[in-house]
């Protein structure tokens, strides 16, 4: 099982400035990773896959980036609709897909 | 519009059997595999399982977590567009919401492009 770690655990961020998010898989997970939002009360939501692809409707100020082991998801400009919990996802070695445990992107 | 939707909140007890739905609509719900997600309080998301919509379901088209196996049964009703995640004897610890999503693409292991908003299970001891 590919176990995925993410950091920073919470990113104290003001809006308008640039969040960058790590994610680092324990073995090489290629470009089969995926970035999802989530918000209390709110369906999990696809930002990015294949680790550099913006999925449909996701503003371009979302990008991914990486590859291997190593991935990081930039928010350009933060709004404040963003605030939320980040998580990264691999799906090249399976079962089981895996998560990792999430980046909170606080308002500072 | 293409959504999934779930059924609604849940609170049961220990020893209880459930089992909680998740119907497709707006797209061709045989076409998509179906993962259930699980969420426990302040945990990360955890893949459970999947599952092919197909007629005639083959022994290949449920996948599960080995974390899972035996533990929840995943199934599917194509003729009402509907997945399900199902316990027979619940525990306090499978206090949690859970997701079901839809793939991508169509292969069992891609990103998932949709997701129901969650149903939340309470079980108390």
Known sequence: EIVMTQSPATLSVSPGERATLSCRASENANDNVAWYQLKPGQAPRLLIFGASTRATGIPARFSGSG???QFTLTIGSLQSED????YC?????????TFGPGTKVEIK | EVQLVQSGAEVKKAG??????CKGSGYSFTSYWIAWVRQMPDRGLEWMGIIYPRDHLR????IYNPSFQGQV?????????TAYLEWSSLRASDTAIYYCAKSYVGNAFDPFDLWGQGTKVTVSS
């Open chain 1, 67 to 69: 590859s291997g082991r």
């Open chain 2, 16 to 21: 209880d059997s459930l089992k909680i739905s």
């Open chain 2, 59 to 62: 022994n290949s088209d449920i």
């Open chain 1, 83 to 86: 605030f939320a919990i980040y």
């Open chain 1, 89 to 97: 996802q691999q799906y090249t070695n399976w079962p089981p897909i």
């Open chain 2, 73 to 81: 049964a995943i199934s599917v009703d194509r003729s009402i567009s």
